[in-house]
C-alpha cells in the first residue's frame, strides 16, 4: 500500500521569511513524489516532482523540494514567501514498482501574512 | 491551449437524479481520471483510464460509472445521487508514464440535496 501525510492543516508565515510545508510518504518500493498547489476555485496545478537522482528538485515559482530516503519525506521550501503563495497544497506519491495510481495527501493550507 | 476541460463548473441535483459530467483533454494523452475533493481528505480517485478502451476502479468507485468515449474524452456518470456524493469532482489526465504529472481541470462544484 501507499500513503502521504501531511501533518499540518495550516501553516502560517510571515512575507519574506522562509516557509517549509511538510510531506511523509509510505511505499514499499521507491517513490515517485509531487507537489501540487491549489488555487480558490480552480483546479490542481503541478510545482515539482521528484523522480530519481538529486535530491534536491526545483520547481515552479521558486518553489523547491528536498527528497529524503531516511526520513520518507519530501518537504517543499521556498527561501522567500510572498502573499500569492497562499494557496492549498498537496503532497502526491506513486510507488514505482506498482501499477497503483498517485495517491494525494489531505492537504495543508499556506497563509502568508503581509 | 485548453488543457483540461470540464462541464460543467456547477451544478445542484436532487437525490435519486442522475447526471454525466464530462471531461476532454487536447494534449493527446493516453491516460485519463476523475477524482473527488472533500475537506480534510485530499484527492480520492474514482475511476481511472489508463488508455483508450480501458477503464479501473480507483479507491472510491461505488455509485459511479465511467465511459472513455475516446482518446479526448472521458465522462463520468451518477446514476442515482446521493448526498454522500456532493462534492468537487477533478479531471485530470497525462501521458501514462508513472513519473509523469497529471494536468488537472477547473472542477465540478456538485450539490446533492
Known amino acids: 500500500a501507499q500513503s502521504v501525510a501531511q501533518p499540518e492543516d495550516q501553516v502560517n508565515v510571515a512575507e519574506g521569511n522562509p516557509l517549509t510545508v511538510k510531506c511523509t510518504y509510505s511505499v514499499s518500493g521507491n517513490p515517485y513524489l509531487f507537489w501540487y498547489v491549489q488555487y480558490p476555485n480552480r483546479g490542481l496545478q503541478f510545482l515539482l516532482k521528484y523522480i530519481t537522482g538529486d535530491n534536491l528538485v526545483k520547481g515552479s515559482y521558486g518553489f523547491e523540494a528536498e527528497f529524503n530516503k531516511s526520513q520518507t519525506s519530501f518537504h517543499l521550501k521556498k527561501p522567500s514567501a510572498l502573499v500569492s503563495d497562499s494557496a492549498l497544497y498537496f503532497c502526491a506519491v506513486r510507488d514505482i514498482g506498482s501499477a497503483r495510481q498517485l495517491t494525494f495527501g489531505s492537504g495543508t493550507q499556506l497563509t502568508v501574512l503581509p | 491551449n485548453a488543457g483540461v476541460t470540464q462541464t460543467p463548473k456547477f451544478q445542484v441535483l436532487k437525490t435519486g437524479q442522475s447526471m454525466t459530467l464530462q471531461c476532454a483533454q487536447d494534449?493527446?494523452?493516453?491516460?485519463m481520471y476523475w477524482y473527488r475533493q472533500d475537506p480534510g481528505m485530499g484527492l480520492r480517485l474514482i475511476y481511472y483510464?489508463?488508455?483508450?478502451?480501458?477503464?479501473d476502479k480507483g479507491e472510491v468507485p461505488n455509485g459511479y460509472n465511467v465511459s472513455r468515449l475516446n482518446k479526448r474524452e472521458f465522462s463520468l456518470r451518477l446514476e442515482s445521487a446521493a448526498p454522500s456524493q456532493t462534492s468537487v469532482y477533478f479531471c485530470a489526465s497525462n501521458g501514462g508514464q508513472g513519473y509523469a504529472e497529471a494536468f488537472f481541470g477547473q472542477g465540478t462544484r456538485l450539490t446533492v440535496v
Open positions: 494534449m493527446n494523452h493516453n491516460s
Open positions: 483510464s489508463a488508455s483508450e478502451g480501458t477503464t
